[in-house]
């Protein structure tokens, strides 16, 4: 029988899929759910956004992939592409910042004014640049089934807590360090990112637990 831990782990998983599609449907075709929802929840840029609906999907397979005690076929299926995806994403913003190149890929990841695309590259947050990091690492642990994947996932899931409360608390008290923002080497990480690797963390170290239990 299915852990509670497990159903959980899978329900904040799905929870950050369905905002992150919302928030791709409203990139795609400017239907603007999230304002007529959420006025608070602010914008992001479309790689996060996609960056997040993946992150949900690995989230997912390392819940599947504890619960079941062997190698997913979810996991197996799904993980590698999204880290993938998640890699490109990232390393796209990332390298056309600090190199100063323009190339049409990062064009379509960058905010849009009433002239078009913003001519200066955006370098990520680095508290967001940590965050998927740790989810990319999350997802191959989840693809190798082992004795320490329970340690691993508790580490995994403790620092990305660790780093979204640091951004969350930042936020609220008005602390820029602790939302690392750093001058110009790193701008805070938004609130709402902060938000969904906080829901994100509690799925690993749920992940983690279930399968503590599952051992003993």
Known sequence: MEQTYTKFAKLL???VLFVSYILIVDRI???EIMDRWV????????????????????????????????RSLFAESFTPACIL?????????????LLEIHTSVEDFFLPETSEGFIAVQTLPSMGTLIGYILIVLGGINSMFIHR???????????????????SMVGHII?????????GS??????????????????????CGLTESKTKQ
């Open 85 to 97: 995806i998640i890699l490109l994403l990232m390393s796209t913003l990332a390298l056309s910042a």
């Open 13 to 15: 998983s799905f929870f």
């Open 39 to 70: 006025p608070q929840w602010g914008t992001t840029l479309f790689s996060v956004d996609l960056a997040f609906f993946c992150s949900a999907i690995i989230a997912y397979g390392a819940a599947c992939a504890v619960h079941i005690e062997r």
């Open 148 to 166: 320490s994947m329970a340690v691993r996932m508790w580490m995994i899931g403790t620092v990305l807590f660790l780093t979204s409360a640091s």
């Open 174 to 182: 008005n602390q820029p360090l602790l939302t690392f923002s750093f």
């Open 29 to 31: 075709f400017g239907m």
């Open 185 to 206: 080497l790193s701008h805070p990480m938004p609130l709402n990112v902060s938000i969904l690797f906080m829901v994100l963390a509690l799925t690993f170290l749920l």
